[in-house]
């Protein structure tokens, strides 16, 4: 037994779009309440990623992919939500890759509150050839600001990842468990099975569709182990409207296949699912609409 006082605390994951936060999340907490693509800004709201061991309970804020180059209503809700988790949580982990600096990383660098811990992370380490670069790298970014800690890690397999959180642990604040023990997430399946259903769609989908498409679940019914999901996916043309559902409602099929087998190892029951596809002309830009479908 630790005589330590046990410790519990909020740590915002912020960094520029697909850097590898929702992976880092899921692989501390060991399950997938963050989707995750190679597509940049594939997270959209804030959520949190819970992970309590005999020491401390850290309470993770997921935060969309801070960006300034695309300026829709949705980009910049999306922007708001890292401002505003910046905010209010007890320590920072600022994720940029480890190829090193980049002057993308710049505009959030100049974001990060002065009087919060910030640990820096260079994630994508298993990318890395020549790990004698890495000294050189860590060096350029000590200089930038104070940062409590620099770690290299890799979020997909695991790397470094224990020492991370003896860094972030060192950073929290004395204090009872917030969250039970088991708590891997605040949000809702309800929430988690939209988002399951937008993964594919990024992991499936072109280029540009994903990002003119939302979903929203109409109807999420439990009966004993078996859910019966019923969403719709909204998305901004009518052209999209066929491509999502494909030849013959192929495309359709395999997102709703894909997604009800994440759900049903996520929720661990079985999953009953009916996807429909809407137009909504514009909803990105629209803020009565933003609000309709959950952001901002
Ligand atoms: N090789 C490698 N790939 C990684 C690592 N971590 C994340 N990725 C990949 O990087 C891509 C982006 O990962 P995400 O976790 O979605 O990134 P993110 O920072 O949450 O992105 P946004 O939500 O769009 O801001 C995915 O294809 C991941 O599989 C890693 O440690 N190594
Ligand atoms: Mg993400």
């Known amino acids: 037994m630790s005589t330590e006082a046990f410790r519990t605390g909020t740590v915002a994951i912020v960094g520029r779009p697909n850097v590898g936060k929702s992976t880092l999340v899921n692989k501390v907490v060991g399950a997938h309440v963050a989707i995750t693509s190679r597509k940049a800004q594939t997270t959209r709201h804030r959520i949190l990623g819970i992970y309590t061991d005999d020491r401390a309970q850290f309470i993770f804020v997921d935060t969309p992919g801070y960006q300034t180059q695309h300026t829709n209503a949705l980009n910049r809700a999306m ?75 890799s979020a997909t397999k695991g790397t470094q990842v224990r020492a991370l959180l003896d860094e972030i642990r060192r950073q929290l604040p004395e204090g009872a468990p917030i969250y039970e023990a088991d708590d891997i997430t605040d949000r809702p399946e309800r929430f988690l099975a939209a988002e399951l259903v937008r993964e594919r769609i990024f992991r499936l989908l072109g280029d540009e569709l994903p990002y003119a498409t939302a979903v929203v679940v109409e109807k999420f019914e439990v009966e004993g182990r078996l859910r019966r999901i019923s969403a719709t996916i909204y998305v901004d043309k009518p052209g999209h409207k066929g491509i999502v559902i494909g030849e013959k409602g192929a495309t359709l099929k395999r997102i709703g296949t894909e997604a009800r087998h994440a759900m049903e190892a996520l929720f661990d029951g079985r999953v009953h699912l009916e996807l429909w596809v809407k137009v909504k002309r514009g909803w990105a830009e629209n803020d009565i609409a933003l609000r309709q479908l959950g952001y901002g």
């Open 79 to 153: 922007n708001r939500t890292v401002t505003q988790a910046l905010a209010e949580v007890d320590v920072v982990v600022f994720v940029i890759d480890a190829a090193g600096w980049d002057e993308r990383d710049a505009p959030l660098l100049a974001l990060l509150p002065e009087k919060t811990p910030v640990i820096l992370v260079l994630n994508k380490l298993d990318k890395v050839r020549d790990r004698t670069t890495l000294v050189t790298k860590l060096d350029a970014c000590s200089k930038l600001r104070r940062f409590e800690a620099l770690v290299p890690i």
